[in-house]
């Protein structure tokens, strides 16, 4: 596969404004790297915050983004064009879901393979974590919103024939949800409570307890319409409730004999209130552990006597590793991660701004935006 001398890109040079499309030279891989040809690359509703209101304040939160005008897209999917010399993971050919999460790679973090604590963690894409980033941008300074980009081979996960371009770009959120359950260790004795379950983050955490072997799942979002189609994926596993209808944790208590769940993972959107969450953690079992992987921002009152007399763990989660990229690609093929759930809203670079504006009408997590380049 010979890949053009150049390409077509959506950038964005201002923020906030809309993206212009743009022929750009055909970025060249180095020893190490692998270009691929995007044909998928997904588009969460995060994104039109990272746009338009992270790209001016961000500077100011250390959490920088690429320097403009620069290419975003956050999790991209195709075939690789062309490999690094020192490349032995994957071959020109092969389809791959390219993971966004870039590091250093030789810090004591990476080779032991605590990714998420390197100094210059970030995503590819879309924003970084500290003004280490900057370096990460200059070696690998555009995301998914082109024909072609450039990743480092780890980042490059196969997948089967069976799996979609677009169904592979949904693995970003679906990762960070099947992370957070992973770090909690859900197996095939877990109760599970998922919060925000029926949005992108959420509903990506209810079919990663399904394919981790859940036993039991306990389902909250608003919206009881999209509640019921939740349920309807596995109706014997999953129960839902609506946050409208009363008290999380009094409902868990009652589903659980009074014991509450073993795992609570909180996937609230940006925006919702602290007290969501703090039914979430109210609902956990002696021993239990609660895992935030979504948008609170704000400070939540912990009694730390409680979590200590309780033993209950509170943990952060962010993203997802390469291990479990290839953990997600397995179990996508075998059936047990079902991807079908998604339903493809496509569009084309020349259409990108409309379909950033149209994201608002989406079905729940039910709803996978993407662009094909």
């Known amino acids: 596969m010979k890949a053009a001398a150049t390409m077509r890109a959506a950038r964005m040079h201002e923020a906030g404004a809309r993206l212009i499309v743009e022929e750009l030279p055909t970025p060249i891989p180095g020893n190490e790297d692998v270009l691929i040809r995007v044909r998928s690359c997904g588009m969460v509703p995060n994104l039109l915050n990272v746009l338009h209101q992270l790209a001016k304040i961000a500077p100011g939160l250390g959490m920088p983004l690429p320097p403009l005008p620069a290419v975003f897209g956050l999790d991209p999917a195709g075939e690789v064009a062309q490999v690094g010399a020192h490349v032995k993971n994957v071959a020109v050919g092969d389809r791959v879901y390219v993971n966004p999460m870039r590091v250093c790679g030789t810090c004591r973090h990476c080779v032991d393979g605590d990714f998420a604590a390197c100094r210059h963690y970030t995503f590819n894409g879309y924003f970084g974590f500290s003004h280490n980033s900057l370096e990460i941008y200059d070696r690998y300074p555009s995301g998914g919103m082109a024909e ?156 730390l006597h409680d979590l200590m007399t309780r033993n209950i763990s509170l943990v952060g989660s962010l993203w997802f590793t390469p291990r479990e990229a290839r953990e997600m690609a397995a179990l996508a093929e075998s059936g047990l991660l079902d991807l079908s759930i998604f339903e493809t809203c496509a569009c084309t670079l020349d259409t990108v701004n409309d379909a950033l504006g149209d994201m608002s009408a989406r079905r729940g997590g039910f709803s996978n935006y993407v662009v094909n380049p």
């Open 148 to 303: 072609y980009m450039v990743a480092p081979s780890y980042a490059a996960v196969k997948l089967a024939d069976q799996t979609s371009f677009d169904q592979a770009a949904r693995l970003g959120y679906v990762g960070t949800a099947y992370s957070a359950l992973r770090r909690s260790n859900v197996g095939p004795e877990s109760t599970v409570l998922i919060t925000g379950a029926s949005g992108t983050l959420g509903l990506g955490g209810v079919i990663s307890a399904l394919a981790l072997g859940a036993k039991r799942i306990f389902a909250v979002a608003r919206d009881r319409d999209l509640l019921a189609e939740v349920k309807a994926i596995s109706p014997g596993r999953i129960e839902t409730m609506s946050s409208l209808d009363g008290s999380v944790r009094e409902w868990i208590k009652d589903m659980t004999a009074g014991e509450g769940v073993d795992v609570a993972v909180d996937c609230l959107p940006y925006g919702a209130p602290v007290e969501q969450f703090l039914e979430a953690y109210h609902s956990v079992r002696r021993g239990g552990c609660v895992v935030n992987a979504g948008g609170i921002t704000e400070a939540i009152p912990v009694f």
